[in-house]
């Protein structure tokens, strides 16, 4: 069956872990793959999938990735609190998984209402054991803004652009940052500076004249803001 399933010839390998499910319940490879199968069909086939996976953990509990798509397939069903027991389970047991990690401050801060503290413990982890990647220090700074705290969630940006200064990824979150502070002057003054030091960016950044247009008409400067918002119009044609 999963031979099968490699080669995308579907029905029979659905067939194939049938059968061997038939002969052997427990057969965690197969459990895994018609879990797999059933996630990612289309429709998703959530409640099979769940079924699945769930035996797998149960047979084997250090099943790292049974646990994994079966929180993604407890959060497409909307039971975040599962799905957050399981990548927690799993990143006990893989603290190294960076994805688990950044799946789990996920499942947390979409929680209603969110468990903030939670998240920011994961992510604060993460950034204590891998430093030097910016990764972490993104994901507190969005945490910090989505909490109302500009003025946190701008500081914790700017040291991932201390970290990366190249990273054009994190300079367009600092310019979000700043916007959503309505911290319209530094704002202006970033897009600015950035114009002077990356020509490149103002031959193409059209985001960055967005972001400067938004800011010139918060402050008065509509006519100026307008002349922006049709050059980041040009630039994407």
Not at 59 to 73: C, G, K
Not at 105 to 120: C, F, I, Q, S, T
Not at 131 to 146: G, T
């Amino acid at each position: 069956g999963v031979m099968l399933l490699t080669e995308n010839q579907e029905q029979q390998a659905q067939e194939a872990l049938n059968t061997a499910l038939n002969l052997d319940p427990k057969n965690q490879a197969a459990l895994f793959s018609r879990g797999q199968m059933r996630l990612k069909s289309k429709p998703p086939l959530l409640d099979g999938a769940i079924k699945d996976l769930s035996a797998l953990r149960d047979v084997d509990p250090n099943h790292i990735e049974a646990r994994v798509s079966l929180a993604e397939a407890l959060r497409d069903q909307g039971r975040l609190d599962e799905a957050a027991k399981e990548l927690d389970e799993a990143l006990k047991r893989a603290p190294e998984r960076r994805d688990i990690r950044i799946n789990l401050a996920g499942a947390y801060a979409a929680m209603k209402p969110p468990l903030w503290a939670e998240a920011e413990k994961v992510i604060q982890e993460g950034e204590r054991s891998e430093p030097k990647v910016v990764v972490w220090k993104r994901m507190e700074a969005r945490l910090l803004a989505s909490r109302n705290l500009n003025e946190k969630a701008v500081l914790k940006i700017r040291e991932a652009l201390a970290l990366d200064p190249q990273n054009g990824e994190v300079f367009r979150d600092y310019l979000e940052l700043l916007e959503g502070g309505k911290y319209w002057a530094q704002l202006m003054a970033e897009v600015e500076r950035a114009f002077t030091a990356d020509p490149k960016l103002a031959q193409s950044g059209w985001w960055a004249y967005v972001k400067r247009a938004v800011a010139l008409s918060n402050t008065g400067h509509k006519k100026e803001g307008m002349a922006d918002f049709v050059k980041a119009m040009e630039l994407v044609q």
